[in-house]
């Protein structure tokens, strides 16, 4: 089969060796995929990852159980064993076992077909379109952002980083009622929140007035980190979504970048304001499709372009480009 692997350098390979079902799993059709930040930062050393990328994805079921079979579905990332103390306590998605699917230890969706736990599948309503479905990973993560820290309408909120992720997160904290602000040095991405209707603000705009009740970091970047920790209040709530890859993984032309950009900021302000922070993951995938049955929340204005598989490494150059938001990648038509 066709899929885009990853081994130290990434490749188009037209010969993989299709995947075969475990007991519990079953194999799909990919039609669709979604490439994320983490798949980028994968590239760049993160997770020690090797193996079939990506884990953002909309497929149907070619084989497994008959009631699953021929069905449109979605996969949670995390696969896990159910039997640990994590898992016993009800927090699976911190088993200590786990393999998640495109980053660490099981191969992800950028490819014809993909085996996954039938205790991770999700049914896609007909309603939502493979465009649609392709963001019901993220946008669960999103909501992770409201199961771990409640947000109230009388709370000032501010989204750090209008990319991929930060509009959903966005979106998601707008429909609490609380006085959200969006802030981002690309103006195209600010335009997209002021569209739903959410205010932002260029970073060069910033008055660091630690006035915030929450800051949600989104941006993946020191600069980012340090700008959401000034706008918070004393004990306020600081939520970092943004994985990083190790400095030391990365090529020198990157490394020397990143030192440009300044090296990890100071994190005094942590202690001396005593600020909340909150580390957020994976989320509710129930959630997140309910959201987009709804039109709760609005996904296809993200899309910035779409490639097929067979172009997947040109996709993924152009996920790459700050001035895209979110790129695709088709597979199998359904």
Known sequence: MQAIVFDRTVRFDTHHPEPVPKDGECLLRVHMAGICATDLHIMDG???FSGILGHEFVGTVAAGPDEWRGKRVVSEIN???????MCLSGLAAHCVNRTVIGISGRD??????????????HAVPDRITNEQAVFIEPLAAAYQVLVQCKIEPRMTVTVVGAGRLGLLVAQVVKATG?????VDRNRDKLELAEKH???SIHVDDVIGRADRDVV????????GLEIAMGLLRPRGTLVLKSTYAPSSAKSNAQASAQSNEGALPNLAPIVINELHVIGSRCGPFPEAI?????EAVE????????????RGLDALEAAKDPQRVKVLITMNPR
Not at 79 to 85: A, E, M, Q
Not at 108 to 120: D, H, M, Q
């Open 216 to 223: 949600v970091e989104c941006s993946g970047s020191a600069a």
């Open 46 to 48: 993160y997770m020690g």
């Open 108 to 121: 992800g969706c950028f490819a014809e077909l993909i085996a996954v736990p039938l205790r991770n599948l």
């Open 299 to 310: 996904v296809r204005s993200m899309i910035s372009a779409t490639f097929p598989l067979a």
């Open 290 to 294: 309910n959201a987009l049955t709804r």
């Open 178 to 182: 609380c006085r959200l602000t969006v």
């Open 79 to 85: 696969c896990v064993c159910r039997k640990c103390d």
């Open 197 to 199: 209707g959410i205010q």
